[in-house]
């Protein structure tokens, strides 16, 4: 319930126009926390190189796109990272779930396998 609160609390603040990335921010620290405490570092661990889940179908919320999407711009290489996200939709568009986990198409901010 505290977490619930404190969620709704950080997206009440009208005067942060970056609450939903506060808001994505918080709910992946609590997700990593709980993560750590539930299961064994070497059972969710990976490392570079280790790209299998990279190539699945993914989801993400709009305050989990929005912190994206402010880390790509502050990016150096954004462009590029731009042009990937362009081209990973191009290869994906208007496929079901299942057609887009058939093509295991890499995530497009994927390089060198890694994130």
């Known amino acids: ?21 506060t808001a994505a921010t918080y709910v992946q620290d ?5 993560m750590r405490h539930n299961f064994p570092d070497d ?13 699945n179908f993914v989801s993400a919320s709009a305050p989990q796109v929005f912190l994206l999407a402010d880390h790509i711009q502050k990016s150096p290489a954004f462009s590029d990272k731009l042009n990937a996200i362009f081209l990973a939709e191009d290869q994906t568009r208007s496929r ?8 295991r198409l890499p995530c ?7 994130c």
Not at 4 to 21: D, M, T, Y
């Open 1 to 21: 319930m505290l977490f619930a609160r404190q969620l709704v609390k950080i997206l009440g603040r009208p005067e942060n126009s970056a609450r939903a990335s």
């Open 30 to 34: 609590i997700q990593e926390r709980s």
């Open 43 to 55: 059972l969710i661990a990976s490392a570079k190189g280790c790209h299998f889940c990279c190539q």
């Open 96 to 103: 079901s779930k299942h057609q887009r986990a058939e093509q």
């Open 108 to 114: 497009a901010l994927l390089v060198d396998g890694a």
